[in-house]
């Protein structure tokens, strides 16, 4: 068995900084050493990587991608070989990506044809969460199996998008009854879509078409009250585990604080557009570049009545967003997002950001909004904890997967599509950005997959990970 060690780094965890040595035997690692330890005990290895100065932390994990994703009359442009390649160049070693059942579709038909497209593709390893686009009887008994044989414990639900993958409150309170039976966390795209529904309407009307009506027509009260019903359905449910999804708005975030506060189960995650983007910046662009930056919910005014930004900083501080994921959607300009000039209504909804993750929270510890602790416990830790993949993935411990990055943050990164992108996208919706901080080394399960600026690692690598029950509550 091919036996690494990883000398002189700083190991990083939600608990805290320390001086180690990280001996990977095979896929796993095999035992972290005090500073001096290597030498007096004689450890030897077949390649020694000299971290000195560097962080050793955790693979990253993305709890919310979209691979292939068909959707607003396209198909989201990252394949599993694409999409886990660009994440590997950005120190995530496992996707969580959304399985997708449309309404009259079969549940288990529609894992399977997740399966198929993931399956020997990935070179990082990968899980399902299960999109249920149409809740009936049958979907109904189909979560419970999912959960019991086939490793996916959370599904997905909508209460947005009316006509597409929406589902109404009646249908919501089932399907959360029966999460509460089998354990399993709902996870809720909470917009108010029958109310913006009329909005936009009302916005085409008055040919207020161009990109930035995006935002205008899906307002942050409607994802307020959209949370909040979310949460007095899960708490009527029985208390069942409820987990909101791409939070945007302030408002959404204080519905998540005082359901917390009352002890109920509701845990939410925000994504970095959430942290860093405004309508005035990115979705207002001249022309139709502000199509770039449509996605659901939208991104927020600066000039709102609050300050989104701000809230949700402090929600990932105080634990009220328990985790950063990216809802990677990838869609070109050319021939997808083109699809909706002259009609904001018909823009692909979705950025590609499965790369960039690490790079933009590490941003947050430089401009002092976050702990290095809390870097990682909302990028690795929490999202394997949340759902249950934890201790294999997540933290730098014996026994745990060999998923670690090497981090250096003396270097910079430039992301950019001359710069530093490998998404399959022809524009980044982070161009330009630069980081102080850099992705040094990637491995996954042992193997490294990226080092020296360069991609090492392999097709058919990854694989998929069967998950537990959320391990925040069992
Ligand atoms: O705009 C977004 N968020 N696209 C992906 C689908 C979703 O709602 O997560
Ligand atoms: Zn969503
Ligand atoms: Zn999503």
């Known amino acids: 068995m091919a036996r690494t060690l990883i000398v002189n780094g700083t190991i990083i965890s939600p608990t805290g900084l320390s001086a180690g040595d990280v001996l990977v035997e095979g896929e796993t690692i095999a035992a972290i050493f005090q500073p001096g330890q290597v030498a007096a005990l004689g450890v030897t290895a077949d390649r020694t990587i000299d971290a000195k100065g560097k962080y050793i932390i955790p693979g990253g994990i993305d709890v919310h991608t979209h691979m292939e994703l068909p959707f607003g009359g396209t198909e989201a442009s990252d394949t599993f070989e694409t999409g886990s390649n660009a994440a590997a160049w950005g120190g995530i070693t496992t996707i969580v990506d959304m399985a997708l059942q449309r309404y009259g579709e079969n549940v288990q038909d529609g894992l399977a044809t997740w399966h198929r497209k993931a399956e020997g593709n990935c070179s990082i390893d990968y899980a399902f969460h ?247 416990e909302t990028c690795c830790t929490t999202p394997a904890r949340m759902f249950g993949m934890y201790p294999k993935k997540g933290i730098i411990a014996p026994g745990s997967d060999a998923d670690i990055v090497i981090w250096d943050p003396n270097s910079k990164t430039k992301i950019g599509i001359n710069d530093k992108h490998h998404m399959n996208t022809d524009h980044s919706a982070w161009e330009g950005t630069v980081i102080d901080g850099k992705v040094d080394t990637v491995m996954s399960r042992g193997m490294i997959v990226m080092e020296n600026d360069k991609f090492t690692g392999r097709k058919g690598h990854g694989k998929y990970v069967r998950r537990g029950l959320s391990q925040y509550l069992h």
């Not at 008994?141 to 019991?148: F, I, N, S, W």
């Open 130 to 376: 299960q999109i249920i686009g149409g809740i009936d009887e049958q979907s109904l008994k189909d979560m419970t199996y999912l959960v019991e044989h086939e490793g996916v414990t959370s599904f997905k639900l909508f209460m947005a998008y009316p006509g597409v993958f929406y589902s109404d409150d009646g249908q919501i309170l089932r399907a959360m009854q029966t999460a509460s039976e089998n354990g399993a966390v709902i996870m809720m795209h909470a917009e108010n879509g029958i109310a913006i529904d009329v909005l936009v309407a009302q916005h085409l009307a008055r040919r207020e078409t161009d990109p930035k009506y995006h935002s205008i027509s899906r307002p942050s009260l409607l994802e307020g009250e959209a949370t909040h019903r979310a949460i007095v359905l899960s708490k009527v449910a029985g208390n069942v585990p409820l987990y909101i999804v791409h939070m945007s708005a302030a408002e959404a975030l204080d519905e998540v604080a005082q359901a917390q506060n009352e002890g109920l189960n509701v845990f939410a995650e925000t994504c970095p557009q959430y942290l860093y983007m405004t309508l005035e910046d990115h979705l207002a662009q001249p022309g139709f570049e502000g199509a770039k930056y449509v996605c659901s919910p939208p991104i927020r005014s600066k000039h709102d009545h609050r300050h989104h930004h701000k809230d949700l900083w402090k929600g990932l501080r105080m634990n009220e967003l328990a985790i950063v994921s990216t809802d990677h959607c990838p869609f070109c300009m050319k021939d997808q997002k083109e699809l909706g000039m002259g009609d904001f209504s018909k823009i692909p909804n979705g950025i590609a950001g499965v790369e960039h993750r690490m790079e933009l929270i590490y941003q947050g510890v430089v401009l002092g909004e976050i702990s290095l602790e809390r870097w990682v």
